[in-house]
């Protein structure tokens, strides 16, 4: 199992090989179900699929082919390792175990839950029991048996199963009022067996009666070979973290909801050994997250913890402040709290209590502006004291951040220097909450700031868009004041995000059911007039990429790229990607696009998901001169059976490449899309599909008069 795992982390890095690459971070919690899988345990749970031993670590996602995250059942037989969703998906372990396969995706359909652990398998068929029914599926044809809803007198609906256990050509069943049912099961002929249906072919047992695997839970024992361990690290407060025992040769791996231990007393002595924590990924509640101008992606929690990372692993987690934020506000205001400047600056706000002004990326907190030392700031709840911002954005000029602070007179707009001194404009607005925020500069030099203001803090409530102008506060005496201000109706409910076009100097808005941009010429709020495909979803982040592609996430359905067609906001093209592309999770609760990687990232509660593809670089600075030194290509030499893709990047993508043999014939040309993001992946195969000789190879990059030139070889 050691070079299983060895082979896992080798499949990870063969990954980023890739042209388009998927990978998510998640916090694998609670454990829904776990079994025996080679030398430690395979645990299902809202996060993936984790494999946990004494020597390693690894969470199988999306991108491993599961499609979906959470995960309630596991079973194995000689056929092989299952897993079944949390609507019914079923699939299969392969490949060396590396990836799964979905056998079946029907149930789905039904929008019905599986009943968490109580999956099991009777010899080529798994049954599975939903909170209104029961399935049999045959795994050696993929199909779908048959799907029951009462057993004996008893409906399913009323009283779901709890527990099943197959013994033989038997398949007993408890149900949650504790009543027990058995029937015969040809189990490599179900699909003949007619009665399969029929209620009254169900024999009650009684519920005193003792089925070896189908004992009634006991929270308050943890037993190990009949034997009740009292130790105290298995217990909270006299009930068992533990519900699972699991042997591994004499020792036992001890599983519950939120913990893992491993339990050895080969030694004479009781050994537990914590194997709870997934290193990798420590974080979860996630509400938000930027991407940072040096590549990378900061994230905030709604347990108050700021964290970031660079797509290969993530800072360890760090409380924000010494206040926790409300999780019910992250999420039913959403909140989009978290701005950083250039030079490192990052703002944030603790909901009700602070602002907080750090630097060196978060690490260092240099001033707290709290309820006690608020200054100008209004509060919302004046006997409180209590401190509301919704979102928050860069000032313009990058010298510091601006909010908008509740109040029961109007929101506030606030700009807080990163030196921490703070200017009000008091209560400025038509409603007592601001949403969504953004700020940039007039033709003047003055500051315009975009508000999408709320009658209420909840993310449906009504609003509309507030724009105000103001001089520049370092020509105005350092002060925010003498604005001039324009309100846009039409926004219902409120705007609860906002990204800026630099390129077509156009604002976008999103709200929770509708996209708009705001036309200066015809000075309105306008909704684009064809986007087919996003009716139905609910809203939650918008950001826009290096090419003038919008990114919106949602709460129900995944993901989406628009395109605005010949540069048209009126016309966009959209492209959709869920968990069925790699995504942790259909709900986002906020995205970012990372030109420097060439990253889409979105936030999950749960966890993270990066998206890389080419198109997503920023290729603008970079230049083919000769004697430019940011044009690279490897691997060298080039293996294509092992490395698989051979990269050129660093040009811009207006270039050309091509890539002759030795004695000087085209062997392939590449442009546009090919070289999004000035990078070009080629698999090492000619323009007849056929893989070239091994050899001397050389690649030419034009662009206009200025050419590129390198060389490289193949080996097979």
Not at 13 to 31: G, T
Not at 279 to 289: G, K, R
Not at 483 to 511: C, H, N
Request: aromatic share 12%; glycine share 8%.
């Amino acid at each position: 199992m050691k070079r299983l795992f060895l082979f896992i982390i080798l499949v990870l890095w063969s990954a980023s090989l890739a042209v388009d690459e998927w990978k998510s971070f998640s916090h694998p919690f609670p454990i829904n179900d776990a079994m025996a899988f080679g030398d430690g345990v395979l645990l299902a749970t809202d996060a993936g699929i984790r494999y946990r031993h004494v020597g390693g670590d690894y969470v199988y996602h999306p991108e491993t082919g599961l499609e979906t995250s959470i995960f309630n059942a596991l079973a194995s037989s000689e056929l092989g390792v299952f897993a079944v969703s949390e609507f019914g998906i079923i699939t299969a372990l392969e490949d060396g175990g590396k990836r799964w396969r979905v056998m079946n995706r029907s149930y789905v359909a039904n929008n019905v839950k599986t009943i968490p652990g109580a999956t099991v398998i009777g010899k080529t068929v798994l049954v599975i029991p939903f909170t209104d029914r029961l399935a049999f599926f045959d795994l050696v044809g993929a199909t779908s048996i048959l799907t029951i809803n009462r057993i004996g007198n008893e409906s399913l609906l009323s009283n779901p199963v709890d527990k099943m256990v197959v013994h033989g050509d038997s398949l007993y069943i408890r149900l949650n009022n504790n009543s027990i049912f058995v029937r015969a099961m040809d189990w490599e002929h179900l699909s003949s067996d007619f009665r399969l249906s029929d209620p009254a072919t169900w024999t009650a047992l009684p519920a005193t009666q003792e089925i070896p695997g189908l004992e009634i839970y006991d929270p308050t024992k943890v037993v190990v070979n009949g034997i009740t361990l009292d130790d105290e690290i298995l217990y909270d407060a006299g009930t068992s973290k533990i519900k699972w025992v699991i042997p591994k040769g004499d020792d036992y791996y001890l599983v519950g909801n939120f913990h893992i231990y491993y339990f050895d007393q080969r030694s004479g002595k009781k050994n537990f050994t914590e194997l709870t924590q997934y290193s990798a990924f420590q974080l979860s509640q996630i509400y938000e997250l930027k991407a940072l101008p040096t590549g990378g992606a900061m994230v905030a929690t709604a347990n108050g913890i700021l964290s970031y990372s660079d797509t290969y692993g993530w800072r360890v987690p760090k409380f924000a402040y010494n206040q926790l934020l409300s999780s019910v506000s992250s999420y039913d205001s959403r909140l989009k709290e978290l701005s950083y400047l250039p030079d490192g600056h990052v703002f944030f706000h603790i909901w009700g209590h602070a602002y907080l002004v750090y630097s060196n990326w978060g690490e260092d907190l240099d001033i707290a502006i709290t309820s006690e030392n608020k200054q100008c700031i209004d509060y919302f709840m004046e006997q409180e004291k209590y401190m509301t911002s919704i979102s928050t954005t860069p000032a313009p000029d990058n010298s510091g951040f601006l909010t908008a602070a509740s109040s029961n007179y109007g929101y506030t707009l606030v700009y807080v220097t990163k030196n921490g001194d703070v200017h009000c404009a008091n209560n400025v607005g038509d409603n007592p909450h601001a949403g969504a925020l953004f700020a940039t500069f007039d033709e003047d030099s003055s500051w315009v700031i975009y508000v999408g203001n709320r009658e209420c803090n909840g993310y449906a409530c009504p609003g509309n868009l507030e724009v105000f102008k103001f001089p520049a506060p370092k020509y105005n005496g350092g002060e925010l004041s003498n604005y001039t201000k324009k309100v846009y109706s039409g926004l219902t409910p409120g705007a609860i995000d906002m990204t800026y076009d630099t390129q077509e100097k156009r604002l976008w808005l999103v709200t929770t059911s509708g996209l708009y941009y705001f036309d200066d010429e015809r000075d309105t709020v306008v909704t684009p007039s064809s986007a087919n495909g996003l009716i139905g979803a609910d809203y939650s982040a918008i950001d826009i990429d290096t090419h003038g592609n919008l990114w919106l996430g949602s709460t129900n359905q995944g993901a989406y790229r628009l395109t605005q067609k010949n540069k048209s906001p009126d016309t966009l093209t959209v492209q959709h990607f869920t968990t069925r592309n790699g995504l942790l999770d259909n709900n986002i609760a906020d995205l970012a696009i990372d030109p420097v990687l060439g990253v889409a990232w979105f936030a999950h509660e749960k966890g993270v998901t990066y998206y890389k593809r080419n198109d997503l670089k920023n290729a603008s600075e970079n230049t083919i001169a000769t004697s430019a030194v940011n044009v690279h290509a490897y691997p060298v030499p080039y293996r294509p059976k092992i490395h698989g893709l051979f990269t050129i990047e660093g040009f811009t993508e207006e270039s050309t490449v091509s890539i002759f043999n030795r004695g000087g014939a085209l062997v392939r040309s590449f442009n546009k899309d090919e070289v999004a993001g000035g990078k070009l992946e080629w698999n090492g195969f000619d323009k007849s599909g056929k893989l070239v000789a091994p050899g001397v190879y050389y690649y030419v990059i034009n662009n206009g008069s200025k050419v590129k030139k390198g060389k490289f070889i193949i080996v097979h």
